[in-house]
Nanobody, 123 residues
Framework: QVQLVESGGGSVQAGGSLRLSCEASGYTADRNFIVWFRQGAGKEREGIASIGVGGGITDYADSVKGRFTLSRDGAKNTVYLQMDSLKPEDTAMYYC????????????????WGQGTQVTVSS
C-alpha cells in the first residue's frame, strides 16, 4: 500500500512560481514511479509529468515542458514539481499518483492517489 500527500498549492499571478510536493509512504516497490496529474474545472484529468526512482526516466507533457521541472528526494521520499512562468491555463487541482512500473500518462492506470492541492493562477 502507498499513501501520498500533496502540498504547496496556492494562488499566484501569471508569471509567478510555485513548488508542489508529493510525499510518499508505504511499500517502496509500489511507488517506483510518481506521476503528476491535474484537472481543471470542466476538464478531464491529464498527466503532466512523471519521474522514476532515483530521479531518472522523466517525462513532461507538451503543455508544461520547459516551464515545469521534476526532482526526487529519496531521503525524504518526496517528489517536487517546480512550476515557473505560470499561466492562467495552469489553474487546476494537482494530484500525484504512484505505480510500481511506468504506466504512462493515463490516469486510469494508477491505483494510488493523493487528495490533491489547488493551484490558481490569475491574469
Amino acid at each position: 500500500q502507498v499513501q501520498l500527500v500533496e502540498s504547496g498549492g496556492g494562488s499566484v499571478q501569471a508569471g509567478g512560481s510555485l513548488r508542489l510536493s508529493c510525499e510518499a509512504s508505504g511499500y517502496t516497490a509500489d511507488r517506483n514511479f510518481i506521476v503528476w496529474f491535474r484537472q481543471g474545472a470542466g476538464k478531464e484529468r491529464e498527466g503532466i509529468a512523471s519521474i522514476g526512482v532515483g530521479g531518472g526516466i522523466t517525462d513532461y507533457a507538451d503543455s508544461v515542458k520547459g516551464r515545469f521541472t521534476l526532482s526526487r528526494d529519496g531521503a525524504k521520499n518526496t517528489v517536487y514539481l517546480q512550476m515557473d512562468s505560470l499561466k492562467p491555463e495552469d489553474t487546476a487541482m494537482y494530484y500525484c499518483a504512484a505505480s510500481p512500473y511506468y504506466y504512462g500518462m493515463n490516469p486510469s492506470n494508477y491505483d494510488y492517489w493523493g487528495q490533491g492541492t489547488q493551484v490558481t493562477v490569475s491574469s
